[in-house]
């Protein structure tokens, strides 16, 4: 695969496709800019701020760029989870992905695995994570297009009342956000 996209990089450029300077650039950001904690910002907003998060899930785009951030190629959908509802993402046809709130997808959630599984098991699966809900939580699992791609809002954890929004950040964790884990429990902030 490498050495297909090495030879696929070479000919854009000699044809003069590409700039290979712009696609350092980019590489770049998707590396060193563009992660979770991008993602992790916003969930921290909207913990600590009930009127955020009242936007961010009516129009996430619109509350992600309030933080001069931009959700940039797609319609982005913000999804909360609660005691009663535990939203899941997966993309069963592919692998995709908010990219631009939680950088690049685990390898996992392309795995041919994980994109039927969580269909059929979404119960299973989160056990395989590690996360078991109570028995009458309601599991949702939300599936991502190339149009449409969600971020999932985690449970504030308990014990955070009067946490700073950077603080609160630390406990949002990338897996939370695909709701394939949960956000780290107070005592466990890095
Ligand atoms: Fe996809």
Redesign the pocket.
Known sequence: MQLRVRALETILTEKGYVDPKALDVIIDAYESKIGPHIGARVVAKAWADPDFKRRLIADAAAAVGELGLTARSTHLIAVENTRRLHNMVV???????PWDVLGLPPVWYKSAPYRSRAVIDPRGVLADFGVILPADTEIRVWD???ETRYLVVPMRPAGTDGWGEEKLASLVTRDSMIGTGLALAAGDAP
């Open positions: 993309c069963t046809l592919c692998s995709c992905y991502s297009t190339a």
